[in-house]
């Protein structure tokens, strides 16, 4: 049972949101010495979905001026209220055409791109309002059919196709893992989509850019880092459980 004396303290303030951040990024660098990497390669991202406004700004504060959301409404009506800041944003969830006009006038980032389409329709906008967008082209490396994202094996062909919109800034692939407790099952899918980006960095250089890998969350970010993420896309251990019912 939850009481005030043994709830989690879920951070609120500037200085609470500073030291969550911490220790993340204590929990970052240690994953990276694990095997080697520079913790300064990897970049988090919060994700701020169902947060308000209010916690935004002292997390904005506290130095996360990067956010993420995966609905694009959301989003749009944060950016909004959120102007007078400079905060950078990232849309990571998936997108329907009729939101593309928004996404190209508000979000600086798209994690989930796994349609033509809307690459297409997104590269048209931002070129009505002279804005480029960085993408992440989503993969579904778990195989869990209620994901979205590509097959492993359309990515080299959408790659290509994706060439012609000059709008978008590929910087690399996202996928999500599975959902398990099963530490084998998440590795394997994240190191699924590194041997997918390290291939086509050899035979295709020319199509995956910088190549960098979107992946892991709250529960397996850890991991994810270990099999070689770039960008991890952290919420409930940075803000807390989400309260859906305050909407
Ligand atoms: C919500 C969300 C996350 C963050 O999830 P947590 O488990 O709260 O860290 C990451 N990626 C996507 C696409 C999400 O929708």
Same mark, same amino acid.
């Given at each position: 049972m939850s009481t005030p004396e043994n709830a989690p303290v879920v951070a609120t303030t500037e200085i609470e949101f500073h030291k969550a951040l911490d220790e993340v990024r204590e929990r970052i660098a240690f994953a990276a010495e694990r095997v080697g990497?520079?913790?300064? &390669?990897i970049r988090l991202l919060p994700v701020s979905k169902t947060v308000p406004e209010e916690r935004l700004r002292a997390a904005y504060a506290a130095g996360m001026i990067q956010l993420a959301e995966n609905k694009v409404q959301e989003a749009e009506s944060k950016a909004e209220a959120m102007a007078d800041l400079n905060v950078h944003w990232a849309v990571i969830g998936p997108l329907q055409s009729n939101k593309t006009r928004a996404v190209a006038q508000?979000?600086?980032?798209?994690?989930a791109l796994d349609r033509i389409r809307i690459a297409s329709r997104l590269d048209a906008h931002l070129k009505e309002y002279n804005r480029t967008l960085d993408v992440y082209v989503q993969v579904?490396?778990?195989? &869990?059919?209620t994901k979205s994202g590509l097959e492993p094996r359309q990515v080299e062909d959408f790659l290509e196709q994706l060439q012609?919109?000059?709008?978008l800034n590929l910087r690399g692939l996202m996928t999500m893992a599975f959902h398990t407790d099963d530490e084998t099952v998440v590795r394997e899918n994240f190191s699924m989509l590194r041997d997918l980006r390290d291939d086509l960095r050899e035979r295709r250089p020319e199509l995956i850019g910088e190549g960098g890998l979107s992946m892991g969350m709250s529960n397996d970010y850890e991991i994810a880092i270990e099999e070689g993420a770039t960008v991890i896309r952290v919420g409930t251990a940075i803000f807390g459980a989400r309260d859906y019912s305050a909407k």
């Open positions: 990497r520079d913790p300064q &390669e508000f979000a600086d980032e798209f994690q579904n490396a778990s195989g &869990e059919d012609e919109f000059d709008a």
